[in-house]
């Protein structure tokens, strides 16, 4: 296996060119646009490929050595995507909002992955005898407010060791975090976005749903890559496993969390 290929042609296919309005933009953009048109800042995509390269090189290389990777992306149109993605290369994801101190304060967190688990068994079991229908309500309403927050990092077991964020501007928390704890992000980075804390910046459109399956399907694409290379470093031989590396990567996770 190896890194996923893709052309500047497939970008463009997938809308990835096309920025906001140009009264939407930030100045600090500017080096990575290549004109105007109809109104609409138009990305340059000659700079776009190398750096997204860069990001998936990035992403083997922190999956071959063991590591995680989070994929954030909470607005409408990007949660169904990162959840998919995140979820076929096995790691972790966050969909539905971020959470203050969901990286800075790893503790606090680490609790409410705990009462997650504990609901999730109480519930699960059917053993909710004593308990009135409004309390077995109210827990289950917990429970699932809990899942929607956390349910994609309730397996992380730890920090992430970098980050891929669709539309750094609303995920703008998520970055300041990653910064403090010295954890690289990658950023998909449209002609409204600030590049300042962005270690793999690829700019690109980050609204448009063919634009951000592009890019996770990339990323995902990486990340087996890297989990392959572990596996064969390790000296697995995968033409004989019986599961696939990725099947593999997500039973030792379960099993570590």
């Known amino acids: ?51 997204l390269h860069r990001a998936m090189e990035k992403v083997r290389e922190v999956t071959a050595a063991g590591g995680r990777v989070l994929f954030v992306g909470t607005k409408r149109q990007a ?21 203050g101190g969901m990286l800075t304060n790893w503790k606090t967190i ?24 409004k309390e077995q309500l109210n827990l289950t309403r917990e429970m699932e407010k809990l899942e929607r927050a956390l349910g994609g990092i309730k397996e992380m077991g730890g920090l992430p060791d970098v980050l891929f964020i669709v539309d750094v501007c609303k995920e703008s928390l998520a970055v300041q975090e990653a910064n403090k704890l010295g954890i ?10 600030n590049p300042a804390g962005i270690d793999f910046p690829v700019p690109g459109n ?21 989990i392959q290379a572990q596996m064969s470093a390790a000296g697995v031989d995968l033409g004989a496993a019986e599961h696939t590396p990725v099947e593999a990567a997500v039973a030792e996770t379960e099993q570590t969390a």
Request: proline share 4%; aromatic share 8%.
């Open 110 to 133: 680490s609790l409410s992955i705990k009462r997650l688990r504990e609901l999730e068994e109480l519930l699960g079991s059917g053993d909710v005898r004593g308990l009135t229908k």
């Open 206 to 226: 980050d609204d448009a749903i063919r634009a951000i399956k592009a890019y996770c399907d990339l990323m995902a694409g990486s990340v087996l890559d890297g």
């Open 1 to 51: 296996m190896a890194l996923p290929s893709f052309s500047m042609r497939q970008l463009v296919e997938a809308g990835c060119h096309f920025g906001h309005n140009t009264r939407r933009w930030n100045p600090r953009m500017a080096p990575f646009l290549y004109g105007v048109r109809d109104g609409v800042h138009i990305i340059d995509l000659q700079q776009t490929v190398p750096m």
């Open 79 to 99: 949660q169904d995507i990162i959840a998919e993605s995140a979820r076929r290369c096995g790691q972790y994801y966050v969909n539905h909002r971020w959470l």
């Open 184 to 193: 690289p992000v990658i950023g998909v980075l449209d002609s409204n976005a």
